[in-house]
């Protein structure tokens, strides 16, 4: 039995050592052919992420222009009706979003001049002073 083991592998050992091994070229063929692989899909996903935020761009340039259009609604609203303080606490906020402290800061005093018991006006000037 060992016999017969020892001549299978005496057999089987010099032609698994004469096999013919891969050249130098068709080594650097694969590694050549992955690496462009690999290139194509980092180039995909790169593509991908430009487009995703392009789109996030443009969502925050439109949610800015809305806010700015509601900015100037809220201070036409409270320059016809200068006794509201609901219409000075809006554009206060749209103010504080547009990142204007100091502007939101003289509407919330507007607003609270003429109700000091207003709680949201309160609570954003806090907000505003931190």
Same mark, same amino acid.
């Given at each position: 039995?060992?016999?017969?083991?020892? @001549?299978?592998?005496? &057999?089987? %050992?010099?032609?698994?050592?004469?096999?013919?091994?891969?050249?130098?070229?068709?080594?650097?063929?694969?590694?050549?052919?992955?690496?462009?692989?690999?290139?194509? &899909?980092?180039?995909?996903?790169?593509?991908?992420?430009?487009?995703?935020?392009?789109?996030?761009?443009?969502?925050?340039?439109?949610?800015?222009? @809305? &806010?700015?259009?509601?900015?100037?609604?809220?201070?036409? &609203?409270?320059?016809?009706?200068?006794?509201?303080?609901?219409?000075?606490?809006?554009?206060? %906020? $749209?103010?504080?979003?547009?990142?204007?402290?100091?502007?939101?800061?003289?509407?919330?005093?507007?607003?609270?001049?003429? $109700?000091?018991?207003?709680?949201?006006?309160?609570?954003?000037?806090?907000? %505003?002073?931190?």
């Amino acid at each position: 039995m060992l016999k017969n083991y020892y @001549r299978k592998i005496t &057999v089987s %050992l010099p032609q698994a050592l004469s096999k013919k091994r891969p050249s130098k070229a068709s080594i650097k063929k694969y590694y050549t052919q992955y690496y462009l692989y690999f290139l194509a &899909v980092l180039a995909i996903l790169l593509g991908l992420f430009i487009v995703f935020e392009y789109i996030n761009l443009e969502n925050i340039k439109s949610r800015r222009a @809305r &806010v700015v259009e509601d900015l100037s609604y809220w201070e036409a &609203v409270a320059a016809k009706h200068p006794n509201s303080p609901d219409a000075f606490y809006n554009a206060a %906020l $749209d103010s504080a979003k547009l990142g204007d402290k100091i502007k939101a800061a003289e509407l919330l005093e507007n607003a609270l001049k003429l $109700d000091p018991s207003f709680d949201k006006a309160k609570l954003l000037e806090e907000k %505003l002073l931190k």
